[in-house]
């Protein structure tokens, strides 16, 4: 039985792995030239991401560890108060996170 379970878990992770890769990153998010902010919400204390357009939307779209409300904007972090760099992202390696 328990092999049982291990295997259906394996195969459900797989298929949510494929299912991420497949599709495609929605138009609009992070349409920017150059740099693009991952901005949270208003009182919270998570970082500000800051990256490439294509890494930072497909970062708004599956990092589950993004705080509800978060929006996206063109320019840097440091251009939304957020000047002090702390690290890149230990998934989203090529995504600088930033505080106030």
């Known amino acids: 039985m328990m092999k049982f379970i291990l295997v259906v878990l394996f195969m459900i992770g ?4 494929v299912s991420l890769a497949a599709q495609p990153f929605a138009t609009g998010v992070c349409d920017c030239s150059d740099q693009c902010s991952l901005i949270p919400p208003k009182g919270s ?3 500000c ?7 930072a939307a497909k970062c708004f779209q599956t990092d589950p560890l993004l705080a509800s409300g978060t929006t996206w904007a ?3 972090c440091s251009s939304f108060g957020y000047s002090k760099y702390l ?4 998934i989203y390696t ?3 996170l930033y505080s106030k």
């Open 94 to 96: 090529t995504m600088e």
């Open 45 to 47: 204390k998570n970082p």
């Open 74 to 76: 063109c320019g840097t």
């Open 87 to 90: 690290r890149n992202d230990p």
């Open 49 to 55: 991401y800051q990256g490439t357009p294509t890494d």
């Open 14 to 17: 797989t298929m949510m792995k």
